[in-house]
Every structure is written in structure tokens, then in C-alpha cells.
């Protein structure tokens, strides 16, 4: 019965409750802060699993200073306190998640976990029994801008997930073509209808699936 927000804020709009860094939970219609005055950069994406939430985004640690440099652009809320996922995270920033069956999928700029232990996320990744996965052909890749794929939207038809974001083919290359579009079905990967959206439309940052 709780709403979850994440952003860019640390306070309501008229600063009567403060320490919201990021994150806030509205609880019988009052703003709260959520443990240690929340995180030290902005929240862009939320996900549940259960009663957890994980949240990603362009923070290192909780704003209090615990957990410096242990949480890495994504993190759990559980029982109370924050807490690092496997590996310390991720190398770099996480624009989306997404639940599906347990297992939490995470969208964003990254390539690596932080302490390079598991490599080719590429974009992507799957994170199931406690650890990251890479997920088919090393995950994604843009032909067109070097260091500049992203993924910042997911949707599941039924257990394919969709995948939007700026990037034109896999990793390996070995699916090509699209388009900022992706569908993952079956352990593999495969384009949408006319190869995605080009590349002279903005790359598609919300998906749906009704």
C-alpha cells in the first residue's frame, strides 16, 4: 500500500521533510525518508521482488556515507536496510530493471559487475540466485557511437523480454539490425518488426506490453 519514488530530489518541494536523497516512500499519505537518508546520486529505475526493492541508478553508496562504494549503481532495500548485490554491483550506471519468475534484469551503461569478476553485461543483465549473468551473444552493442549503448526499457510478452534502448545489434554481432528494439525469446535474441526504429527517430525509451 506504499508508493516508491525515485529521482533526483533530496527533500520535498516544501522542505518540511528532508533527507529523501533519491528515494522516498509515501506511507499513510506522509512523505519518509527511507534508512541511512537514502542513496548519494539519483534513482532511475525501481523494481520488487517479494518484499524487496531494488532500485538502480547513478549512486555508490547510501547518503549517510554507509555502505561507501558498496552498492555501485544498483541496490536492495531489505528488512529494513540497504544492501549490496553480488560483486558490488555493477561498473556503471542502471537506467532499468525489471522482475520476471524471481530473477531481476538490469538496463543501463554498464559492461562489467564493479569488481570486473563477470564481464560481457554489455548493457544487460540478468540477476538470479544471487549472482549476475550475462545474458545471450555478450548482451548488446551500438555500431554507430563507441561507448554509447544503453538500455533504459524493458517489457515481458509473456516470458520474452523486450528490450528498448540506443543499440544496433549484439555484442557479438551476431544478430544486426535492431534498431534500438530488441526481443530475447527462447535464449536468443532476435529483432522487431522492420528492424526497429532508425536511427534519424529517437531511440525508443519506454516499452509496453499489453
Same mark, same amino acid.
Given at each position: 500500500?506504499?508508493?516508491?519514488?525515485?529521482?533526483?530530489?533530496?527533500? $520535498?518541494?516544501?522542505?518540511?521533510?528532508? &533527507?529523501?536523497?533519491?528515494?522516498?516512500?509515501?506511507?499513510?499519505?506522509?512523505?519518509?525518508?527511507?534508512?541511512? &537518508?537514502?542513496?548519494?546520486?539519483?534513482?532511475?529505475?525501481? #523494481?520488487?521482488?517479494?518484499?524487496?526493492?531494488?532500485?538502480?541508478?547513478?549512486? $555508490?553508496?547510501?547518503?549517510?556515507?554507509?555502505?561507501?562504494? %558498496?552498492?555501485?549503481?544498483?541496490?536492495?532495500?531489505?528488512?529494513?536496510?540497504? %544492501?549490496?548485490?553480488?560483486?558490488?554491483?555493477?561498473?556503471?550506471?542502471?537506467?532499468? !530493471?525489471?522482475?520476471?519468475?524471481?530473477?531481476?534484469?538490469?538496463?543501463?551503461?554498464?559492461? %562489467?559487475?564493479?569488481?570486473?569478476?563477470?564481464?560481457? !553485461?554489455?548493457?544487460?543483465?540478468?540477476?538470479?540466485?544471487?549472482?549476475?549473468? #550475462?545474458?545471450?551473444?555478450?548482451?548488446?552493442?551500438?555500431?554507430?557511437?563507441? *561507448?554509447?549503448?544503453?538500455?533504459?526499457?524493458?517489457?515481458?510478452?509473456?516470458?520474452?523480454?523486450?528490450?528498448?534502448?540506443?543499440?544496433?545489434?549484439?555484442?557479438?554481432?551476431?544478430?544486426?539490425?535492431?534498431?534500438?528494439?530488441?526481443?530475447?525469446?527462447?535464449? #536468443?535474441?532476435?529483432?522487431?518488426?522492420?528492424?526497429?526504429?532508425?536511427?534519424? %527517430?529517437?531511440?525508443? *525509451?519506454?516499452?509496453?506490453? !499489453?
Amino acid at each position: 500500500s506504499d508508493i516508491y519514488v525515485g529521482g533526483t530530489f533530496t527533500a $520535498t518541494a516544501d522542505g518540511q521533510v528532508p &533527507n529523501l536523497n533519491g528515494i522516498a516512500r509515501v506511507h499513510a499519505g506522509q512523505w519518509q525518508a527511507l534508512p541511512d &537518508n537514502g542513496l548519494n546520486g539519483s534513482v532511475t529505475a525501481l #523494481a520488487v521482488i517479494g518484499s524487496d526493492i531494488y532500485a538502480g541508478g547513478e549512486f $555508490t553508496g547510501t547518503a549517510s556515507g554507509a555502505l561507501a562504494n %558498496q552498492l555501485n549503481y544498483v541496490a536492495v532495500l531489505s528488512g529494513g536496510a540497504w %544492501q549490496p548485490l553480488a560483486h558490488n554491483g555493477l561498473n556503471w550506471d542502471v537506467r532499468a !530493471l525489471a522482475a520476471h519468475n524471481g530473477d531481476l534484469y538490469a538496463g543501463g551503461f554498464f559492461d %562489467q559487475s564493479a569488481d570486473g569478476s563477470v564481464k560481457d !553485461l554489455n548493457a544487460v543483465a540478468r540477476y538470479s540466485g544471487g549472482a549476475w549473468q #550475462a545474458l545471450p551473444n555478450k548482451g548488446l552493442f551500438n555500431f554507430f557511437i563507441l *561507448h554509447c549503448c544503453f538500455v533504459d526499457a524493458f517489457a515481458f510478452d509473456g516470458n520474452d523480454l523486450v528490450v528498448g534502448g540506443v543499440f544496433t545489434a549484439t555484442d557479438d554481432f551476431t544478430v544486426q539490425n535492431l534498431g534500438g528494439l530488441a526481443r530475447l525469446s527462447g535464449g #536468443a535474441w532476435s529483432a522487431l518488426p522492420n528492424q526497429g526504429l532508425g536511427l534519424d %527517430q529517437p531511440f525508443p *525509451h519506454f516499452v509496453h506490453s !499489453l
